[in-house]
């Protein structure tokens, strides 16, 4: 009896080893398996209505996705419905809470506290173009609502914001950038959903990426648990394009690093996280389901990397700020982002699949205009400028016109000229809808526009200059009255058009290694033509001091007669 009892043991063990062998290999067997993608639209129940706009994360202790407000495809109206989906089964439930509860809104962000099991939400519009700048935490156990405490009304608050990015790092949850209405943002807050401190603002680096809003966003897991993922968006009042190329990935500390680009240009994008990296498929600018996109740092060193990965068979058709989670190591979810409430689920290894190709970025025309702007104003213009200051005694006196001349009149026109040119690229990329000409931006268009107006004024007042007086006469009135104007007009023109040189740059964004350099390079060039100018005004003032005439003194005579002389 006792070996039956033993040999029964010993077959339920080798049973038991071998079902986890089997799960084992199915389970490898998935993650080698390239993505492919499944329509469980027929399999879901109690389906929500069509959405986009919506925020979503995702409850591993549960195995479900929980799901908050959005734009509703068939009306169009906000909803403040709160929806679960569990993964496994695929049914949907309706939550009802007791209690306050959070205003209907959309283009909001999330993520699920495992520790105290919550779902947290921060931001976001709402009814009549409501901006909200409150974070609000749904317990499952209690199925309530409550607001974070030390974020209620008078406390410490990030700012009313929507379009933004961030999610939940531990049992913070983080916002950074988004759109007030007024001006885009780049600024990163965090909250303790767990204690009562309240917002907290991370230090924004001098590198900080541009401001923008209406982007892709997800929290990593693994072993970069601590970074956002932001993807395009819409830049900054005309200065980062909208829509934008870039990648961010954005430590809970504010460090930023910048991505390669492989999608193209979005707004509205999906992003799921990934084995050490993530996901990303929707979004305005991007097209079906046959082509994702996968972030990730090759060895965890170097710079983060997108990769297209092509996808055959049946594929989601196009959709934007669709909610998409990752539920398992192989295994992501979306729903809806359009006008149908279908679910997909798209499983397998991205590093298995096949490699499709990049979108190319094209030219920025920033990078032109900004090009343009800083090789007139800050190096051909002063250097003209020079010339006319401080070498009018170079070359063949005789020769009409002077050298200093020429070489003043030959630098000043190739300079405006590039500058003309700056002008019109830059009015070319703000289209009539950007607030380009608005707050936030430092000055930089207006200052822009008065020094163009006085570099165009330098030609024009050049051509119509009274002849300078034959040796001997006097200046007229109107020589130098244009001597005035043209002179300190110019200089003010150079002065302004370098510090707007160093503002452009700040608004484009030190993030990208060529944009730091040009910017240093910029600041020591400067520096240069500032000792330049000092040393030759010095050497100019002791040179025209010493040739300047001695009164002559007559020995024996006194000082009236010594005048006398002198004259």
Known sequence: AVSKLAMKQLMSWKLLVATAACVLVISKLSEAAPLAWSDLSQQQTNAPSARALATCAF????????????????????????????????AWVKVSPTGSIPARRFSLVSGFEEANQKFCIAGGEGDKKEIYDDAWCYSPSGNSWT?????????????????????????ELFVWGGFDTKIRLNDLWGVNVNGNEGW????????????????????????????????????NLGYGPCPHHETLVISKNGKTELAESCAGTSTYASLASAKD?????????????????????????????WQARSINGVVPEHRRDNCFVQVSSDRWITFSGGSKNDLWELKGNPAESKLGKCKKNGINLRAVHGGLMCAGWAFLLPLGEIAARYFKNAGDPSSVPRLWFKIHRGIQSLGLLLTIAGTIVIFYVV????????????????????????GVLQPVNAALRPHPPAPGEKKSTKRLAFEIVHKFGGRLALLMGAINCILGLLLFGLLSNAAYACFLTLLVWLCILALVHIVLEVRLRVSNKASKPKPIEMQGAGPEQSEKAAA
């Open 431 to 454: 289209d009539s809808e950007s607030t380009h000409f608005s707050v936030g931006q430092r000055g930089h268009p207006y200052i822009g526009i008065i020094t163009m107006v006085l």
């Open 277 to 305: 990296g993530a996901i990303h498929f929707g979004g305005k600018g991007i097209g079906d389901g046959s082509t994702v996109y996968d972030l990730s740092k090759p060895g965890g060193k170097g710079k983060w990397k």
């Open 59 to 90: 409850d591993n202790s549960t195995q479900s996705i929980w799901m908050y407000g959005g734009v509703l495809g068939a009306t169009n109206e906000f909803t403040d419905e709160l929806w679960k989906l569990d993964v496994q089964t695929l």
């Open 200 to 235: 907290k603002m991370e230090k924004t680096p001098m590198r900080a990426a541009t401001a923008r809003c209406i982007v892709g966003t997800t929290v990593f897991r693994d072993q970069n648990a601590d970074k956002i993922a932001v993807v395009g968006g819409c830049g």
């Open 147 to 171: 607001m974070v405490a030390g974020t209620e009304k008078g406390k410490k608050r990030p700012g009313k914001r929507y379009g933004h990015a961030g999610g939940m790092i531990g049992p």
